[in-house]
């Protein structure tokens, strides 16, 4: 038997739409991943820019595309991947988003030996569609940090992240939270879950403009996400001390887009060091010499 018959170990969910100009290098840091035992469920959730076809693409066996062409939204795709996927562990990364070559193997190897974890993240570097790395995103790497002022957010990135396939089942994504998906399942499991983060960057994270529309929604839901928690654990100081700060963050965004302003992530990123720097342009170089 190969190492490609062997029972998957973990998957990754990535659900797409609208993807065809970036699906191809996403894909790809799959297939240069040092830990061979995994599948990729790749979902085209209703694309009309040639997404599939992009996707068709791709002939390793380890790659489980599915399609129907119905556009059914983020939460519902992760939900169907989480009820029919083989993995003993889920790992997220977007259509646009990079994996470095050893991500899957570092956090696998760190789950394997930290039961007490759920879910666990990585640092990520922030590049532009060139290939140009713009920084990196600090944030905190335990339980304790991560969970400091939950009312707030975060810092877990999404694409980042690769959890006990058990805790996914157990809770699930809301789709109600559009474009907070994550923040929404953060906030509504930190109480009896375990998180962390390995300090080191494993995941590119592509930098492009959000329309303010979005970002709006994003707020929105994060504000409706703190009130359900609030009346389903009872704390009842998360809306008091969270809805202010979602309305007033709301505030900031519309006055940065208008004043066209850099927002967001970009206000909280670090320098990048010069082994980070070398380590990003071997992973960019990498997939820009397989895509030829």
């Known amino acids: 038997m190969s190492t490609l018959d062997m029972q998957p170990l973990i998957t990754v969910a990535m659900p797409v739409y609208n993807s065809a100009k970036t699906l191809s290098l996403a894909v790809r840091s799959m ?15 209703g694309s009309t820019d040639g997404t599939l076809e992009v996707a068709r693409r791709f002939t390793d066996p380890r790659i489980r595309l599915i399609a129907d062409s119905q556009n059914r939204g983020l939460a519902v795709r992760l939900n169907q991947i989480i009820d029919t996927c083989a993995g003993k562990y889920l790992a997220r990364l977007d ?20 039961s007490e974890v759920d879910l666990l993240g990585t640092r990520v570097m922030l590049f532009e569609g060139d290939g140009k790395a713009c920084g990196r995103l600090p944030g905190p790497t335990t339980h304790e940090h991560i969970c400091r002022r939950p009312w707030s957010g ?35 499991s930190c109480l009896n879950s375990r998180f962390a983060a390995l300090p080191e960057i494993l995941v590119g994270y592509r930098q492009e403009p959000v329309p303010l529309k979005k970002i709006l929604q994003s707020r929105y839901t994060v504000m409706r996400s703190l009130l359900r928690t609030a009346r ?6 998360w809306v008091v001390r969270g809805v202010p700060g979602q309305i007033a963050k709301a505030g900031v965004d519309a006055l940065s887009v208008a004043l066209g302003l850099e927002r967001g992530a970009r206000r909280r ?18 997939l820009q010499g397989a895509a030829r």
């Open 232 to 237: 389903s654990s009872g704390k009842l100081s």
């Open 154 to 188: 975060f810092y877990l990135p999404h694409p980042t992240w690769m959890g006990r396939m058990n805790w996914f089942r157990a809770h699930r994504y809301d789709p109600r939270a559009f474009m907070a998906e994550d923040q929404d399942l953060l906030l509504r």
């Open 95 to 114: 259509g646009d988003d990079l994996a470095y070559p050893e991500r899957l193997a570092r956090q696998l190897d760190y789950l394997e030996s930290h």
């Open 269 to 286: 990123v670090a320098n990048v060091t010069k082994y980070e720097r070398t380590a990003w342009s071997a992973v960019w170089a990498q």
């Open 31 to 45: 297939l240069f991943q040092t830990y061979p035992h995994w599948e990729l469920y790749l979902v085209d959730d």
